[in-house]
């Protein structure tokens, strides 16, 4: 089955400065990658996705990359603030992503200095 | 909208209890899945439907988890015979369909003494 590894398990930044998070996963059959959010006492929050046809994605500040070679794929936070810090989670999942369970790496605690 | 819902959000069972856990999906949504999430890690895989057919059961640890769709809206994820290994928090997500995201509860936190 598939193995997804998430480095590192935690970060510190200094609001304002960037933040990245890297995943590798095992089966190059997987072709859906998303990055959730999750705060203390809720579940996790979808914040972006990309899928194996595509390379790089942003939404504002939040970027997603993807290298199928390497099998590997990158979360990019620019200008942190106060409520980016949280746990984040990357996953990989064979299907487009609701047909089959979402395969998650152990989660990086992001940590905002002010 | 209205998200996915779960309930009771907090659980405390006494060993050798049965628990059922309920997820109300996003109306409309086909998919739906569980996870269990042990403390301070990602969570895992446990099982899929579609609509009422359960396609996935692989991630149930044991024979003592049973989950069921019987209408193919509203899940309920039941666990006989509680252990102590089984305290978690249980996750629910559901999907609209096969390309889709997938869109989680909040959880039910159950802690077994």
């Known amino acids: 089955g598939e193995n997804v590894e998430q480095h590192p398990s935690t970060l510190s930044v200094q609001e304002g400065d960037s933040a990245v998070i890297k995943c590798t996963y095992s089966d190059s059959a997987s072709n859906y990658f998303p990055w959730y959010k999750q705060e203390l006492g809720k579940g996790p929050q979808l914040i972006i996705d990309i899928r194996s046809n595509v390379g790089e994605k942003k939404d504002q500040r939040i970027a997603v990359t993807l290298n199928k070679t390497a099998k590997h794929f990158s979360l990019h936070i620019t200008e942190t603030q106060p409520e980016d810090s949280a746990v984040y989670f990357c996953?990989?999942?064979?299907?487009?992503?609701?047909?089959?369970?979402?395969?998650f790496g152990k989660g990086t605690h992001l940590i905002i200095q002010p | 909208g209205a998200g996915v819902s779960q309930s009771p959000r907090y659980k405390v069972a006494k060993r050798g209890q049965d628990v059922a856990l309920r997820c109300d999906p996003i109306?409309?949504?086909?998919?739906l899945f569980w996870y269990q999430q042990a403390l301070g890690q990602g969570p895992e895989f446990l099982t899929y439907?579609?609509?009422?057919?359960?396609?996935?059961k692989s991630g149930l640890p044991s024979d003592r988890f049973f989950a069921e769709r019987p209408e193919g809206s509203v899940s309920t994820l039941k666990i006989q015979r509680t252990q102590q290994e089984d305290s978690a928090v249980y996750l629910c997500?559901?999907?609209?369909?096969?390309?889709?995201?997938?869109?989680f509860g909040p959880g039910t936190r159950l802690t077994v003494t």
């Open positions: 997500a559901s999907s609209p369909g096969p390309i889709s995201e997938q869109y």
């Open positions: 439907f579609q609509n009422e057919a359960q396609l996935d």
């Open positions: 996953a990989a999942s064979y299907s487009g992503g609701g047909a089959d369970g979402l395969t």
């Open positions: 109306s409309g949504h086909v998919s």
